[in-house]
């Protein structure tokens, strides 16, 4: 399973992005999502994450709780991530990583898959 990320770009601070991550192939189910980020000279860190046995759980960094919000369209498999109030510190490559189940040649099997990245650059 393949999952391209979109949506990053740069923007003033106070703005607002949409990252979008969508998944191909014969996808059965979206088990647990989650957006990450790496910043120059740090290590990667999870931003938000949807997890749980219903995935109904959702998780957020302290650093982005109130600003950020993480999504689902199942029907499209796609996760976004709703960016709002973005701050310098912010600056970073945004990557998705979506684990579930998916179909091929008459069995059913696991993913666990990552994005490419796309940049975010907030100025200030």
């Known amino acids: 399973v393949q999952l391209q990320a979109s949506g990053g770009g740069l923007v003033q601070a106070g703005g607002s992005l949409r990252l979008s991550c969508v998944a191909s192939?014969?996808?059965?189910?979206?088990?647990?999502m989650g957006w990450h980020r790496q910043a120059p000279g740090k290590q990667r860190e999870l931003v938000a994450a949807i997890t749980g046995s219903d995935t109904s759980n959702y998780e957020y960094a302290d650093s982005v709780k109130g600003r950020f919000t993480i999504s689902r369209d199942d029907a499209k498999n796609t996760v976004y991530l709703q960016m709002n109030g973005l701050e310098p510190e912010d600056t970073a490559v945004y990557y998705c990583n979506i684990q579930g189940d998916y179909y091929e040649e008459k069995h059913l099997y696991e993913y666990d898959s990552w994005g490419q990245g796309t940049q975010v650059t907030v100025s200030s």
């Open positions: 192939g014969y996808i059965i189910s979206m088990n647990a």
